[in-house]
């Protein structure tokens, strides 16, 4: 299973960048997906996310301003990210938590290699 970011770059404060992240491989279905980020000298934090009901979590810093979405149909997430500030800045990851067969009832973690987001003018 591969998850890959895209939609990241440097924006500018004010700015509303949406971030993809396509799940591929040997899915079977996709229980939560979520997205964290990291920014320099922090520890990786939850920003969003949604279980396979449509509910949606955010954390406080975000709460208003962005909005998680699936495409399930595409194995696909989105954050659409609204009145980004510079501290906004840092690698955003997606995170799934994927039942790769029929065959195993089990769910795995897995993780995207991030993309950058910049706030700056």
């Excluded at 920003?47 to 009901?53: D, E, F, L, R």
């Amino acid at each position: 299973v591969q998850l890959v970011e895209s939609g990241g770059g440097l924006v500018q404060p004010g700015g509303s960048p949406r971030l993809s992240c396509a799940a591929s491989g040997s899915i079977f279905s996709i229980r939560d997906m979520d997205w964290y980020r990291q920014a320099p000298g922090k520890k990786r934090e939850l920003v969003a996310q949604t279980i396979s009901g449509g509910s949606a979590n955010y954390a406080d810093s975000v709460k208003g301003r962005f909005t998680i979405s699936r495409d399930n149909a595409k194995n696909t997430m989105y954050l659409h990210m609204n009145s980004l500030k510079p501290e906004d800045t840092a690698v955003y990851y997606c995170n799934a938590a994927v039942r790769p067969s029929s065959t195993n009832d089990r769910f795995y973690s897995y993780w995207g290699q991030g993309t950058q987001v910049t706030v700056s003018s």
